[in-house]
């Protein structure tokens, strides 16, 4: 048993949560004082749009004004973090990017955004993303337009349309996003939301899916997340898991706890028909989880798969995923169970009979924690001490 205990601490030691306080070595650095930028679009319009290497910008603590724009003719793979002394724990996030702008007088909804993303590899840890222009008009946070794009452990701040996740392949780790309508949107991406915190600040809507054709790649899945009202908002205050923007919209909210904010009905119609239109939920929990839904809603019979939806996970940090640390000054990570799952009581295998499109997770299948391989030989040890 001793043993059992110590191979065990051992392995925990390795799950640990990273303080990034100080630069990477050959990194950009931003800063209010003292660094190379003082604003972030500074240090992106240094890069070269020849390097097609990987490229760190290292963002000191402050709040910076103004709008980022990244166009999709730098190549380098850049990567963003965020001063932080927990990098798993949003709250612990020292940086914020902050502008008010709405499409009204931007022109659109990608331009309004705070951050403008149209690159292709790309990463963002621990920074604080705002649109304060509030609520009444589209005004985005983070414009998403890119593939391969991940977001770590970042706060996603707005009103109406605070996260347009729009093209690409796209993940969200750890992530805290807020708003009231229609604040999860977007026409072309594949989006997979992974134990992100959902928080409700008006009556509305989670997300609005685009999917405009059966060709159109668009799939938004939310896992083993969360969704409540932001602190300090009225209980009476309902929303709805999502209503479709296009025809063929697709959504799927699995293993998530929902809290009572969530309406019984679940999801809402918008000018569209609703015979193509795909929403969905798996093993979800919690008061918002247990209403009757609308007819035209399904229930799985399974879970979806991020390698099922998105295929290739070489581009997603899956260390961070799992919490394991690569920094070197460390803090214990608090251990999380996934939520439980219901039985359905109305069932549907995703995709209908066969299994023609499991690319997309369509024919379902239960994803397993991965533990990386790396870490193997320690797990071995765990798992050989209890034979």
């Not at 621990?126 to 414009?143: C, D, F, M, P």
């Not at 969704?227 to 697709?250: I, N």
Request: glycine share 10%; proline share 2%.
């Amino acid at each position: 048993m001793k043993i059992s205990i110590l191979c065990f601490s051992a392995f925990i030691a390795f799950v640990q949560a990273a303080s990034r306080t100080s630069p990477p070595s050959g990194a950009i650095v931003v800063a209010k004082s003292g660094g190379q930028y003082t604003g972030l679009q500074a240090a992106v319009n240094s890069i070269s749009t020849g390097n097609t290497g990987n490229v760190i910008i290292f963002i000191q603590p402050g709040s910076y004004s103004g709008q980022v724009y990244i166009p999709n003719t730098i190549k380098a793979k850049i990567t963003i973090y965020g001063y932080t002394t927990n990098d798993q724990d949003y709250n612990q996030n020292q940086v914020t990017l902050v502008n008010s702008l709405g499409a009204d007088v931007a022109g659109s909804n990608d331009a309004s955004g705070t951050l403008r993303a149209h690159t292709t590899d790309f990463k963002v840890y621990n920074v604080n993303i705002q649109n304060s222009r509030g609520s009444g008009v589209q005004a985005i946070a983070l414009s998403a337009q890119g593939n391969q794009q991940g977001y770590y452990g970042c706060k996603l701040l707005g009103y109406q349309d605070t996260v347009l996740v729009n093209k690409g392949t796209n993940v969200f780790n750890k992530c805290y996003i807020e708003g009231a309508t229609d604040f999860i949107f977007g026409q072309q991406a594949i989006a997979w939301f992974e134990k992100c915190t959902i928080a409700i600040s008006g009556a509305g809507y989670i997300t609005a899916n685009g999917r405009d054709s059966d060709s159109n790649p668009s799939y938004y899945v939310i896992n083993s997340s969360s969704v409540s009202l932001k602190s300090g908002v009225s209980s009476s205050v309902k929303t709805y898991l999502g209503r479709p923007w296009r025809a063929y919209a697709r959504t799927v909210f699995q293993n998530t706890a929902l809290s009572s904010v969530v309406r019984p009905e679940g999801w809402s119609t918008w000018s569209v028909a609703l015979d193509n239109v795909f929403y969905a939920e798996y093993g979800n929990t919690g008061d918002g989880a247990q209403g009757s839904r609308v007819t035209w809603a399904k229930k799985l019979s399974s879970a979806l798969t991020l390698s099922g939806i998105i295929g290739s996970t070489s581009w997603i940090d899956m260390n961070y995923w799992n919490n394991v640390s690569s920094g070197t000054t460390t803090t214990t990570a608090k251990t999380t169970t996934p939520a439980a799952t219901t039985a359905a009581t109305k069932t549907t295998t995703a995709g209908g009979s066969g299994c023609t499109q499991a690319l997309y997770g369509q024919c379902g299948g239960q994803g397993v924690f991965r533990v990386p391989s790396f870490h193997y030989a320690l797990y071995g040890m765990i798992v050989n001490t209890h034979v």
